[in-house]
Each structure stands twice: as C-alpha cells, then as structure tokens.
Nanobody
Framework: QVKLAESGGGLAQAGGSLRLACVAS????????MAWFRQAPGKEREFVGI???????YYADSVKGRFTISRDSAKNTVFLQMASLKPEDTAVYFC?????????????????WGQGTQVTVSS
C-alpha cells in the first residue's frame, strides 16, 4: 500500500523560507516521478514542480528560481525548499507520485497523493 505523508507546512512571513517533506512508503521515490502541487482557496490545484527518477527537475514559472525540489533516497523522502516566499504562495501543498517516466504537469496523470500540508505566507 502506497502512502505519501507531507510535513513542514506552517506560517511564514513574506520573504521567508519553509521546507516541506514528503515521506513515501510502498514505493521508491528514486524510481517515480515525484511532484508537488498546490491549491489556494477558491482555486484549482496547480503544478509546482517535479523531480524525476534521473534527478531532473522542472518547475512552474511562478516558482522558478525560488523553489527547489530534492530527494533523499536513503530516507525515501522528497523535499520542497521554498524561499523568497510571497503571500500568493499561500496554499495547501500536495506531494504526488507518478510511475511512468514521462513528465506531466497534469494532476490527472498522478496515481498517488498525500493528504496535503498548509502553507500560509503573511505580508
């Protein structure tokens, strides 16, 4: 049984940083496409970034240069380091996993999801 568990969310000031973690069980993060999505109140869930099986990363334009995805294979964990946070980054952040090697920014292509962690950025 696959389980993805996010942690690390909370309250940050604009310009600050947070690091989210996604601990996986039932799958190996180094063989899956591991992505982060977010959903702000009243908005649709949107793609944030992905780290593929070969460590290649890709980010949405809205977070490029500010957010970094990495992984620790020994801990079977994926991280989302967020810097220079803005109030518009406020959202519930979700970890998702996709078995196939093709890259996708479409949430419908991801088989497994975590429960989400809230990030709130104050101005």
């Amino acid at each position: 049984q696959v389980k993805l568990a996010e942690s690390g969310g909370g309250l940050a000031q604009a310009g600050g940083s947070l690091r989210l973690a996604c601990v996986a069980s039932g799958l190996t993060v180094s063989t899956y496409g591991m992505a982060w999505f977010r959903q702000a109140p009243g908005k649709e869930r949107e793609f944030v970034g992905i780290i593929k099986w070969n460590t290649w990363t890709y980010y949405a334009d809205s977070v490029k240069g500010r957010f970094t995805i990495s992984r620790d294979s020994a801990k079977n964990t994926v991280f989302l380091q967020m810097a220079s946070l803005k109030p518009e980054d406020t959202a519930v952040y979700f970890c998702a996993a996709r078995e196939t090697r093709a890259t996708s920014v479409d949430e419908a292509d991801y088989e497994y999801w975590g429960q989400g962690t809230q990030v709130t950025v104050s101005s």
